[in-house]
């Protein structure tokens, strides 16, 4: 069988990860990013460098692919247009790519058809927003959400007083969000081929960082109700069908205080959410994504063992050439999968890593996840 040429736009540790499930089956996978020292170009010897963000780059990258997919939403829509009308198979197809990467898009999306997800106004400016929270007496606090352009914690405010605006307020095209009551995060991913096959992982229950914004750590199976799961999956399942994408499709979401689960935001590529799959699944979602965008049978979502991930973040303080401190004392914990990006310099919160563990239980997973937070440190010596 002769497979395609597969072009995916972006070069970093999703694509690191994709490029190694992809070579079990010797898929022809090719990078497009601005340097080959970033994490995809360490293993994958069909590394392009060029530019997501330019129309000519993509383009030209695109041209030599038969399948184009993305590992971050911040590409070239226009010319992911332009490669579709050249006949390019385009995943996810850029109709859909254009809603998600606009939160104010992606918000009302959830609107129209008809899925829960927390009330929330459009603004372009400080100015718009004090106007109208004057106007009809809005309630704080409030979480300010860049339209576009935030990633991994950043471009989100939450605006805890009128006062507070001045300092904490972002320049750009906001959704101000009503500040949910929540009581747990969840996160489902769904998988869809072109021949309409859908399936759901089992979702998993999120832990963050309040500082960094960014997950600190997540189990599976997650401590909710059977309905929540139904529920879940079927919101997750819903809303890849009505975005027609193939590939996965990562939705977070708010359980309230009152019971009810809230949208949060979605992501149409793998995830950090689903990392434990490598592990934990019968199939990962770094190989579900690839059969989804090839129109293959998807692989079987079965969690074989309870897990928790953990991420590692540069420690606050430290910025430079990494070094991972304590690395031996996890090498010590059975069934502990440490994944090092390659990425060459650490900064406070950035994502250099994570370490799936699994055990008997979520409870035990938790516990030796927990363990490992307290052994392993990203710093940088130098």
Request: glycine share 8%.
């Amino acid at each position: 069988m002769q497979f395609p040429k597969i072009g995916i736009l972006g070069g970093g540790q999703l694509g690191k990860m994709l490029v190694l499930d992809g070579a079990r089956l010797d898929l022809p996978l090719y990078i497009l990013d601005q340097e080959i020292s970033f994490p995809a170009g360490r293993v994958n010897r069909l590394f392009m460098e060029g530019d997501f963000t330019e129309y000519g780059d993509v383009l030209a990258f695109g041209r030599e692919m038969d399948i184009i997919t993305i590992e971050i939403e911040k590409v070239n829509i226009d010319a992911l247009f332009e490669l579709e009308s050249m006949g390019k198979i385009v995943h996810p197809n850029p109709r859909a790519l254009e809603i998600i990467r606009d939160k104010g898009k992606q918000k009302q999306f959830f609107v129209n058809q008809g899925l829960p997800t927390s009330s929330f106004s459009l603004v372009e400016n400080l100015q718009e927003w004090e106007a109208a929270a004057a106007r009809d007496n809005r309630p704080y606090p409030v979480v300010q959400k860049l339209r576009s352009g935030g990633y991994d914690g950043r471009g989100v405010s939450i605006l805890h007083s009128p006062e507070a605006i001045k300092s904490k307020w972002l320049s750009g095209p906001s959704v101000m969000e009503e500040l949910v009551d929540i009581h747990k995060e969840i996160a489902v991913i769904a998988a869809r081929n072109a021949q309409g096959q859908v399936l759901t992982y089992e979702p998993v229950e999120m832990v963050f960082d309040p500082e960094a914004n960014l997950v600190d750590m997540l189990f599976c199976p997650a401590a909710i109700s059977e309905q929540h799961k139904k529920e879940a999956a079927d919101i997750a399942a819903k809303l890849i069908k009505s975005l027609d994408i193939c590939g996965l499709l990562a939705v977070e979401f708010f359980i309230d205080a009152t019971g009810t689960l809230l949208i949060n935001e979605v992501a149409p590529r793998p995830h950090n959410s689903g990392h434990h799959t490598i592990e934990s699944c019968a199939t990962s979602q770094f190989q579900q994504h690839l059969r989804g965008i090839l129109n293959w049978p998807l692989g079987d979502v079965t969690n074989l063992h309870p897990a928790a991930m953990v991420n590692l973040l540069g420690e606050p303080g430290y910025q430079g050439p990494v070094y991972y401190q304590g690395i031996e004392k996890v090498l010590e914990i059975p069934q502990a999968y440490i994944h090092l990006y390659g990425k060459e310099e650490t900064k406070p919160s950035r994502k250099m890593g994570h370490i799936t563990v699994l055990g008997n239980s979520a409870q035990e997973a938790i516990g030796k996840a927990k363990s490992i937070q307290e052994r392993i440190k990203v710093i940088s010596i130098t």
